[in-house]
């Protein structure tokens, strides 16, 4: 069996081409720049060149393409888009308009003037002749991690998200209840997207693929781990397979000092929603409070794993078969093998 499994995020894209007829040490994988950095340099090319641009496709993770999108309209230069690609800037649509984006239709957007920017979190040709380039074949299976905070046009996408979280967790925390295959709930408008791309893939949220995959590194149970990523930290307490209390900041926001109160407090419930928001960061849930110097472990992983090396804390640095940049796929991976339909995404 193979299988393609994606992280995406907002640095980079992290895939394995996962071969049951091979030892994972030795299938193959790629770091690629992620698709908001590669759509935000085809923006940025249009800004200099003083084109207007019109944006289709899918719906997808915003970020620098965002940042992109409103330093071309600051350039006094005009931004059209299908309501699908739109999406990316702003669940609220009036809230796109009022940025200076105008909204046209598939066939509008055929016959303007502008260049095209194709919208999407997994460009699936380009993979496919990336693969190709070495003798390679795209596999018939696929696994996906985004990070997808929900449609919340009119509330704040942090404590929709959060909402999502403490839903699950009041239910058990199963780590299988936060996979999807052929059930995607209406709230995930960016898996719905990538799903029209990939149809009948698996799909996971970026941080708990990333804190499963952590888990193939260490199973001493309980534990913290905690993904450090290019845009975003999230941590979680997980005992027997079961998540028990979340948080999650932006990662730019975080010190060793900072992340070490944070994962001691989150352990001991002390640390709250409204302090995390209040902050800055999504928010934090603790259905139950554990001791923090009984804990197996504390695993830390995600590329910027490095702020924790100053930490006054006895933690380990998570590299799931010796490769910490491919913890979300290793996570994606031993979900899309071990999953049990009738558990997966059982809200």
């Avoid at 105008?102 to 990336?130: G, P």
């Avoid at 929900?150 to 009041?170: H, L, M, Q």
């Avoid at 996979?179 to 698996?202: G, H, Q, S």
Wanted: proline content about 3%; glycine content about 8%; hydrophobic content about 40%.
């Amino acid at each position: 069996m193979k299988l393609l499994a994606i992280d995406v995020g907002m640095g980079t894209q992290d895939i394995l081409l996962y071969d049951s007829q091979k030892n994972i040490e030795n299938c193959f994988k790629m770091v690629l720049p992620s698709q908001t950095q590669i759509v935000a340099k085809r923006i940025a090319q249009e800004t200099r060149l003083k084109h207007d641009i019109v944006l289709i496709g899918e719906t997808m993770g915003g970020g620098p393409c965002a940042g992109a999108v409103r330093r071309h309209l600051e350039a006094n230069l005009d931004v059209y888009a299908t309501e699908r690609a739109a999406l990316t800037l702003n669940d609220n649509i009036d809230k796109i308009k009022e940025m200076g984006v105008v909204i046209v239709s598939e066939d509008e957007a055929n016959e303007l003037n502008a260049s095209r920017i194709e919208m999407c979190d997994v460009d699936k040709h380009a993979l496919e002749k990336t693969l190709e380039l070495f003798g390679l074949e795209l596999p018939d299976n696929f696994a996906v991690a985004v990070q997808d905070h929900g449609y919340s046009p009119d509330v704040s996408n942090r404590v929709f998200r959060f909402e999502y979280f403490s839903d699950i967790i009041k239910k058990g925390g199963a780590l299988n209840s936060f996979v999807y295959k052929n059930n995607i709930p209406e709230r995930f408008t960016r898996m719905k997207a990538v799903e029209r791309t990939l149809p009948d893939a698996l799909f996971m949220d970026t941080g708990i693929a990333a804190i499963r995959g952590a888990l193939l590194d260490e199973r001493t149970q309980p534990c913290i781990v905690a993904n450090i990523g290019n845009g975003h930290t999230l941590a979680g307490v997980v005992d027997n397979g079961r998540l028990f209390s979340i948080f999650e900041h932006h990662t730019h926001q975080m010190t060793a000092a900072k992340l070490d109160d944070y994962l001691r407090r989150l352990c001991g419930g002390t640390l709250d929603f409204q302090e995390v928001f209040d902050d800055g960061g999504h928010g934090c849930y603790v259905r139950e409070a554990l001791d923090f110097d009984k804990l197996g472990s504390v695993l830390v992983t995600g590329p910027m794993r490095d702020i924790m090396r100053r930490s006054k804390l006895e933690l380990r640095f998570a590299a799931p078969f010796g490769d910490m940049m491919l913890t979300g796929c290793f996570g994606l991976m031993d979900a899309y093998l071990n999953y049990i339909p009738d558990q997966i995404g059982d809200t």
